[in-house]
């Protein structure tokens, strides 16, 4: 476990020896005696937190404050909406891809709408379960391999989503926002309405919406690794610098140079080593339509 400081934040953060057997899944735990109120910034993942300590994360949104055990869909916090705070918080943090993410919740992430959900809401009596279970082991590698294993368990006998559907997200992520969305129809040899009406079903946002989340997300930690913004903006896709600073206003509420000092970014290279964009480093064994990533 190693030690992450910003400004007034003192966290303890951990990361699991070995990756996940499901591609498009990763970890990480946290240790905060004290969380002052921290800025949730979009991230083209789902999130399943899983807390066991003595004090609770309390996410404030719009459908009021939720406390405990979480799932959010991608793109949660757009506008700056929602913010996180607590005492004494343990948790482990898990980044599904939105490919997987139906298997391991048991519900399309376009259920969950961007929203913030109780995981108990979900799962009933097995996130019981995980809670106690994460408390009583003795380290947080214990913790990562429990975790994993329940859910690899969950993934392998969910359902997968379309392999067409699979491939078209992650060509989005191999290009991080580049790639132009009317093509991704004719490259899987479907019609663009078939397309754009499974991918919001089964990922949880349309395809033009994963391109703008996907290329936020890189230009944002760019920013945080110290970037330009007229750099960032051009290496981007973006038109020039204002339309970069539209869209991170958008996704954040706040300009560019504000979003370059978030914590929730910054903690990103400890927690995640390559900013864990899910499917990320897995991305190969996935993109063939008709393939399931392996387990």
């Known amino acids: 476990m190693r030690t992450f400081t910003h400004g007034t934040a003192v966290w303890d953060v951990a990361s699991p020896q070995r990756p996940s057997k499901v591609a498009g899944l990763s970890m990480a735990g946290f240790r905060a005696p004290d969380m002052d109120t ?27 404050q939720q406390r405990g055990s979480l799932v959010a869909g991608p793109g949660l916090g757009a506008g700056g909406a929602v913010r996180a705070w607590g005492e004494n918080i343990e948790c482990v943090q898990v980044r599904l891809s939105p490919v997987i993410a139906r298997a391991v919740l048991g519900v399309s992430p376009a259920g969950l709408d961007g929203a913030v959900v109780s995981l108990n809401d979900l799962w ?17 590698q214990d913790r990562f391999e429990l975790t994993d294993a329940l859910l690899t368990r969950r993934y392998a006998a969910g359902p997968s989503v379309d392999p067409e559907v699979a491939w078209a997200w992650h060509r989005i992520i191999g290009s991080r926002g580049l790639v132009r969305v009317d093509g991704l129809a004719a490259e899987v040899g479907w019609s663009r309405k078939r397309l754009w009406s499974r991918f919001r079903s089964q990922l949880g946002l349309p395809p033009k919406r994963a391109v703008k989340l996907v290329r936020f997300d890189h230009a944002a930690h760019r920013l945080v690794a110290g970037v330009g913004a007229a750099r960032v903006a051009a290496d981007a896709g ?12 958008a996704f954040t509420g706040a300009t560019p140079a504000t979003v370059a000092d978030e914590r929730f970014l910054a903690v990103d290279d400890l927690a995640w080593p390559g900013h864990g964009t899910p499917a990320g480093p897995h991305a190969s064994k996935d993109l063939r339509p008709g393939r399931r990533p392996e387990v």
């Open 238 to 249: 973006y038109t020039d610098q204002s339309h970069l600073h539209r869209d991170v206003l």
């Open 124 to 140: 009933g009596r097995e996130a019981c379960r995980i809670r106690e279970q994460l408390g009583e082991v003795p380290s947080w």
């Open 38 to 64: 921290l800025r949730m910034v979009p991230h083209p993942a789902v999130t399943l937190l899983l807390e066991f300590g003595a004090g609770s994360p309390v996410l404030d949104c719009a459908a009021g």
